[in-house]
């Protein structure tokens, strides 16, 4: 029956309440799914958008923000990102101030898609030149931002190629050959490799002897081939597929190594099409070459250039500050030519003389080998180690005199000269800037750009630009990633998704044995559930026994307290039971709950007496009057108690980590709190591991709808 009738719904007054009431209640359900849509938006977030706490994520709608979006693919960071990019400003330090900057993402991206937009075809050949250029360009000298997971998860494939086992054999495998004992793919981590790459130390070398550096190096061939970017090997598959390619399987032709090209008899046709393709569809990898104003960049913006430089107070080296310097006019520091020019003003000469010598990385330089820098090569070595014998001790050779040690123009490749190779580096970086050989990304792309086009006017003719000298050109990751994106943008777009869902599953599917664990858990608790309270309630109201009414409140005193204050004697008690790491130690302690018991006894006290008298006459036993009559007389409430039950094991997570330290017995909450700690710097993996846990419940809460309202209704109407 209808709380309002008919008649009274007639009324203006009456009508305006009900809306009200519809609004209110419209209001207080969006408070309930907007926190939900925001973690859902969280889960398909990265490092750029995850702390706009949109209910709806703006990439959706926004092809500016995809654009920026997708760079954090290609840099981890955003400082080694702004020498590549222009319009990056300098309070976005970290990627979640980019993303909080909509003015800045809108109006940057807007500046690239507008100019490919209007100069397509020069924008390919120059997206195309740099893809040949990263090709040929030394894959040690590469940023590669991939995430650890990723690689982690690529040394598995190939371990486990190498030893044909299981995980576990390959992981075995990995912590012999690194001299580690992880314990699982997750903990692997290059950030160390990395930071050590950018840091620009002076006389750092990469150690092509130590094994994990060497897998790190794989990795990085892998970046370079693509092997990471979302939808590339589904476009170069059916472009093998369209040019009449035949292959076994994937893993055989992508991605593009000297390893999976072995034997083949299309190795070269493979190799040649795979650099078309590359060119044209995807030019910009995620191993982008580091290049020296990278450094440079960051040296004028030290204390250094800012006392040499004469600036004052809180005055920043700009670009206007550099065109004083060097009597020039560029409109901002990202177009400024490197290595400087010779013919440039002294100022800023001085600056990069400096910088050369302070700074510049051993490993970019060279020499050119004369008698004379033999002799102060020489007198160096003399005049830093005491004698031969202990310079062939510190570098493992065997050189007789001072003269047998040779000077190399560049330094020894060779993996049995690492020692002598740091010393070649300290006599680098020990000499004036004259006497060294510059190398760099720019230079090695500006010898490129000559070969090809002869002269800076064809350049300029070819790409549309107006450069004033050659070293004012650079590498165009920017041009090339522009052209990437355009190919393959709701890849690159729906790539964050795809990662946060991907690692959380493999993180649940492959840790132990958290699923299975997790269903045994939930079925042992609603089985005790749904006999160990019911029996103890009807014993309760159907036999008058002695001193019951203590126990109800000693039942009802259980639930007055935190589940944590009994946590330790509970412990304690199993401990003694020797039931640690057991499914008894993890449903024993909540098989009984005080309080579904006393609400049970409620239900069988209301029940009329004489439904118990009509089936003890039929001759029932009392077994059977609990199970075929009780029972289903209150099967609403058992209902309730179970899907408690159900929560309460499947989202309990305190009293398994603390009963169960055998990782084997742990339980999917116990995983994901664990995740919540291993992921904390991806909490977008941490929220889609939520959104995926959170399935399960939300499922039982929809078929359980209906049985829910039962058990509210009945008890108002008992």
Avoid at 290 to 308: A, C, K, Q
Avoid at 551 to 572: D, E, W
Avoid at 630 to 645: D, Y
Wanted: glycine share 4%; with cysteine.
């Amino acid at each position: 029956m209808a709380i309002i009738p008919k008649v009274g719904r007639s009324s203006w007054k009456i009508r305006v309440v009900i809306g009200l009431t519809y609004l209110a209640l419209s209001i207080l359900g969006l408070t309930m799914i907007i926190p939900f849509m925001m973690t859902l938006s969280g889960s398909m977030a990265n490092d750029f958008d995850y702390e706009r706490f949109r209910p709806v994520p703006r990439y959706l709608w926004s092809k500016q923000d995809r654009f920026v979006k997708g760079l954090v693919f290609y840099f981890k960071d955003v400082r080694p990102m702004r020498p590549y990019l222009a319009g990056i400003p300098e309070h976005w330090t970290r990627w979640q101030t980019g993303g909080r900057d909509l003015e800045t993402v809108d109006r940057m991206a807007k500046e690239y898609l507008s100019g490919y937009k209007k100069n397509e075809k020069q924008w390919n050949l120059i997206a195309a030149d740099y893809a040949r250029f990263t090709d040929e360009y030394p894959l040690e000298d590469d940023i590669c931002s991939f995430v650890d997971l990723n690689g982690a998860a690529y040394l598995e494939r190939l371990y486990s190629k190498k030893c044909s086992g299981s995980r576990a054999d390959a992981l075995k495998s990995l912590n012999e050959a690194w001299g580690t004992s992880y314990e699982s793919f997750f903990y692997l981590s290059f950030e160390i490799e990395r930071k050590t790459e950018l840091s620009g130390l002076q006389t750092w070398f990469p150690d092509m002897t130590d094994p994990k550096y060497l897998d790190f190096m794989r990795i990085k061939a892998a970046c370079a081939g693509h092997y990471f970017t979302p939808g590339i090997e589904t476009k170069w598959l059916t472009y093998l597929r369209r040019h009449g390619i035949k292959y076994k399987q994937a893993d055989d032709v992508f991605p593009i190594t000297g390893a999976n090209l072995a034997g083949s008899a299309d190795s070269e046709k493979i190799a040649q099409l795979w650099r078309e393709f590359k060119a044209e569809q995807a030019p910009a990898a995620p191993a982008v070459p580091m290049m020296i104003r990278l450094w440079w960049y960051r040296y004028l913006e030290s204390e250094e250039v800012r006392n040499l430089a004469g600036l004052n107070g809180r005055e920043k080296f700009t670009v206007d500050v550099y065109n004083r310097m060097a009597g020039t006019q560029y409109p901002d520091l990202l177009t400024t030519p490197c290595p400087v020019p010779a013919d440039f003003g002294k100022d800023i000469q001085k600056l990069w003389r400096r910088f050369v010598e302070t700074r510049y990385p051993a490993r970019w330089t060279s020499l050119r080998v004369t008698p004379a820098l033999e002799e102060k090569y020489r007198n160096f070595l003399s005049g830093r180690y005491k004698n031969v014998e202990y310079l062939n001790k510190l570098v493992e050779a065997d050189y007789k005199t001072w003269n047998d040690i040779p000077l190399y123009s560049e330094a020894p490749r060779s993996t049995n000269q690492k020692g002598i190779k740091q010393v070649w580096a300290d006599f680098v970086v020990s000499l004036p800037f004259e006497e060294r050989i510059l190398h760099s990304a720019e230079t090695a792309y500006q010898k490129y750009l000559l070969e090809k086009y002869h002269d800076l006017a064809t350049i300029n003719r070819e790409y549309g630009w107006n450069l004033g000298r050659i070293e004012e050109a650079f590498p165009r990751f920017d041009i090339a990633y522009t052209v990437t994106f355009a190919k393959n943008e709701w890849a690159l777009t729906r790539a964050p998704m795809a990662f946060n869902y991907a690692t959380i599953l493999d993180y649940l599917l492959k840790n132990s044995r958290a699923i299975p664990v997790t269903l045994l858990l939930v079925g042992l608790s609603i089985l005790c559930t749904l006999t160990i309270n019911p029996l103890a309630a009807y014993a309760l109201s159907r036999f008058n026994m002695k001193g019951q009414d203590k126990v109800i409140v000693y039942m009802l005193a259980t639930i007055a307290f935190p589940a944590m204050v009994s946590a330790i004697p509970a412990y304690l008690l199993m401990r003694d039971l020797n039931l640690l790491n057991t499914f008894f130690a993890l449903v024993l302690p909540g098989a009984a709950n005080g309080m579904a018991i006393f609400i049970l006894k409620g239900f069988f006290d209301s029940l009329p007496p004489e439904l118990y008298e009509a089936a003890t006459i039929d001759g029932a036993r009392e077994w059977q009057i609990f199970l075929l009559v009780t029972l289903p007389m209150v099967k609403p409430i058992l209902a309730i108690n179970a899907l408690a039950a159900f929560v309460s094991a499947y989202n309990g997570w305190e009293w398994a980590i603390i009963i169960c330290q055998n990782k084997q017995m742990w339980t999917i909450a116990v995983w994901m709190y664990q995740a919540s700690q291993w992921f904390a710097d991806w909490p977008w993996v941490v929220t889609a591991g939520f959104v995926i846990t959170s399935i399960p419940t939300l499922v039982v809460f929809l078929f359980c709808q209906k049985i829910i309202l039962r058990g509210i209704v009945i008890p108002s109407m008992k």
